[in-house]
Nanobody, 118 residues
């Protein structure tokens, strides 16, 4: 069974930082692209960032580019999302996903709450 355990959320003031972790099990981690999505109350789910399994290439949504950094540790089957210069609009539940190479399948983990106060 694929499990994705997201952690590291919390409450910070604007301008602060958090590092989210996504620990995976039950899959061949280095055969999966890993992504982060978020969903704020009353808003649609938004893709935040992802990192490929092959060459480590990354994607960032425009709203977080330059502030968030995604990285992966294939030795420990974990992906990190370093979030700096947080803004109140970053407040959301953050979810990690795993997508096997060459498929459209998405495995989802439980979310972790991030709250940024002004």
């Amino acid at each position: 069974e694929v499990q994705l355990q997201a952690s590291g959320g919390g409450s910070v003031q604007a301008g602060g930082s958090l590092r989210l972790s996504c620990a995976a099990s039950g899959l061949s981690f280095d055969d999966h692209a890993i992504g982060w999505f978020r969903q704020a109350p009353g808003k649609e789910r938004e893709g935040v960032s992802c990192i490929s399994s092959s060459d480590g290439s990354t994607y960032y949504a425009g709203s977080v580019k330059g502030r968030f950094t995604i990285s992966r540790d294939d030795t420990h089957d974990t992906v990190y999302l370093q979030m700096n210069s947080l803004k109140p609009e970053d407040t959301a539940v953050y979810y990690c996903t795993a997508q096997p190479i060459g498929t459209t399948t998405q495995h989802w983990g439980q979310g972790t709450q991030v709250t940024v106060s002004s």
